[in-house]
């Protein structure tokens, strides 16, 4: 599945090179908000970005499809830790940016005051496992964390498909991504998309950035989402779902089979 289509919206921006963004604003920890807008409601948000604000753009393209496979255990645990809004919390994906094929095994884990830190390594599956290397290092970075599930039973359960835009904030040093087209998949084929929405995140460290505080100006609220547990929420009935309910409600599909 092909997902990557330029957004001329981000052209208005400066550009900032991949080499330059991770230098200024790697944020493998930080804190995350993520608002969900109406797809219409973008453009207006994007004319009030400050003015130094910079997008991520390789060989002249600023639109980047992503594509991520979750694992999660036979119990469900990366899954109901979310739902249950549990302190230690973790996320195992294999991430691959479908432009350049390039592929990671990421484990997210929660830090203290709910801040987000990510570790990942290359990757070289096909997405049906984890393979030997990446389970011994999801079982060692979750080890660290004080988490210590089952490593042996994580399996494919949903991908999430969607483009991404990248802008950098020079004045807090801090990261905005745009998501659109989104799609989550299921092994069985089923689907679900967001077709007239957009997740906006704000990465940062601690403070709120300047984009955040946009945000607010504009009537949006940071809001209870996760692109792992409220699609798989959404495809699986039989999980819970309240704390998502009101996302998916307003901004989610119905179900489908295939892409």
Do not use: C
Request: aromatic letters at 8%; hydrophobic letters at 40%.
């Amino acid at each position: 599945m092909t997902v990557t289509t330029e957004v001329p919206l981000f052209h208005r921006f400066a550009p900032i090179s991949l080499d330059e963004l991770v230098g200024a604003a790697a944020l493998l920890t930080r804190l995350d908000r993520k608002y969900v807008l109406p797809a219409d409601a973008l453009p207006a948000l994007l004319d009030r970005m400050p003015y130094e604000v910079r997008a991520l753009q390789i060989d002249q393209q600023r639109t980047f499809g992503y594509r991520s496979i979750y694992f999660d255990t036979a119990a469900m645990d990366s899954f109901l830790a979310a739902a249950h809004r549990r302190r230690r919390r973790f996320k195992v994906r294999v991430r691959t940016y479908l432009d350049s094929g390039l592929n990671f095994v990421e484990v997210k884990t929660r830090g203290s005051r709910g801040v987000t830190v990510k570790e990942r390594i290359p990757y070289a599956g096909d997405g049906a496992d984890l393979g030997a290397e990446g389970r011994a290092y999801a079982a060692a970075v979750l080890a660290e964390a004080g988490l210590r599930p089952d490593v042996f039973a994580l399996r494919p359960v949903m991908a999430t498909y969607y483009r991404r835009n990248t802008l950098y904030v020079p004045s807090t040093g801090s990261r905005v991504t745009i998501d659109t087209g989104l799609a989550w998949q299921l092994p069985d084929g089923s689907t679900v998309q967001m077709p007239q929405s957009v997740i906006v995140e704000t990465k940062s460290g601690r403070a709120a950035s300047d984009v955040d505080r946009l945000l607010w100006s504009l009537g949006h609220r940071p809001a209870a989402i996760s692109k792992y547990a409220t699609g798989l929420a959404a495809l699986r009935p039989d999980l819970p779902a309240n704390r998502w309910r009101p996302v998916l409600r307003r901004h989610f599909t119905t179900t489908s089979k295939g892409i």
